[in-house]
């Protein structure tokens, strides 16, 4: 099962897994996209393959892949965002004129093309929900844990959930934060808590949901969980 960094080849393919493994989940499916049974590929191609491509050009997130021994297949993606200091590999994409252009542009192609052509699996009041929100949880990655690499999704492929990739990829995130010394986090969808638990994410901070008027209010999961690494008050991205 081994894990890489994601081409872009694999774009098109990482969309497709987020998009299936996330079809049923509460936030993602019911809540921000209540019409996905009437507009399938526009979850797909309007939402999914949207956020993919904005984020392998994001010199602060990277995408990482799962693969089948056999075939090399990739049937696992994880995202994640480093937060706080930055050098090395993000730092170095930060500056680079092609990285910065490509972000750039892949950012006003999406704003361009949902204008558009709209996501019309999508529910118009709760689709930025979780970006409105920020003011109700950003408080908990501040002081010790403002250097932190939180991983934003991780997705299987149904067909091969329980086949031990998932926890590939989130090992591979935290063994990262800690050759870094940093703190490492994750916002559990519903029913997932045990799981990052058992791969190590071992202190519990508070809910995204919670807060009066919060406009994630009723939503299932949200969990916050970080993994403290040592001397995280001064760790950085050394890359």
């Known amino acids: 099962m081994p894990v890489r960094a994601a081409r872009f080849g694999d774009l098109n393919r990482i969309a497709k897994?987020?998009?299936?493994?996330?079809?049923?989940?509460?936030?993602?499916?019911?809540?921000?996209?209540?019409?996905?049974?009437?507009?399938?590929?526009?979850?797909?191609?309007?939402?999914?393959?949207?956020e993919t491509r904005e984020a392998f050009w994001d010199c602060n997130s990277v995408l990482m892949v799962a693969g089948l021994t056999d075939s090399g297949e990739v049937?696992?993606?994880?995202?994640?965002?480093?937060?706080?200091?930055?050098?090395?590999?993000?730092?170095?994409?930060?500056?680079?004129?092609?990285?910065?252009v490509m972000n750039n542009s892949v950012i006003l192609y999406n704003r361009i093309s949902a204008y558009i052509w709209p996501n019309r699996a999508c529910d118009p009041k709760t689709i930025n929900a979780y970006t409105e929100a920020n003011l109700f949880f950003t408080h908990h990655w501040t002081g010790r844990r403002s250097s932190c690499l939180a991983l934003e999704r991780l997705g299987v492929h149904p067909i091969h959930q329980g086949e031990g990739h998932g926890r590939e990829l989130v090992q591979?995130?935290?063994?990262?934060?800690?050759?870094?010394?940093?703190?490492?986090?994750?916002?559990?969808?519903?029913?997932?808590?045990?799981?990052?638990?058992?791969?190590?994410?071992?202190?519990?901070?508070?809910n995204v949901t919670e807060?009066?008027?919060?406009?994630?209010?009723?939503?299932?999961?949200?969990?916050?969980?970080?993994?403290?690494?040592?001397?995280?008050?001064?760790?950085?991205?050394?890359?």
């Open 75 to 100: 049937v696992g993606a994880g995202k994640w965002e480093c937060h706080g200091k930055k050098t090395g590999r993000w730092n170095w994409s930060e500056y680079n004129p092609i990285v910065v």
């Open 211 to 239: 807060g009066e008027e919060n406009p994630l209010a009723g939503v299932l999961g949200g969990t916050i969980l970080f993994k403290d690494m040592e001397d995280t008050a001064d760790g950085g991205w050394s890359g």
């Open 172 to 206: 591979w995130g935290l063994e990262r934060a800690a050759q870094e010394k940093t703190a490492a986090s994750v916002v559990c969808a519903y029913d997932t808590q045990g799981f990052y638990r058992k791969c190590g994410y071992d202190v519990e901070v508070g």
């Open 17 to 50: 897994i987020f998009n299936d493994a996330f079809w049923d989940e509460d936030a993602t499916g019911r809540f921000m996209h209540p019409y996905r049974n009437e507009y399938p590929n526009d979850v797909l191609e309007r939402y999914w393959l949207r």
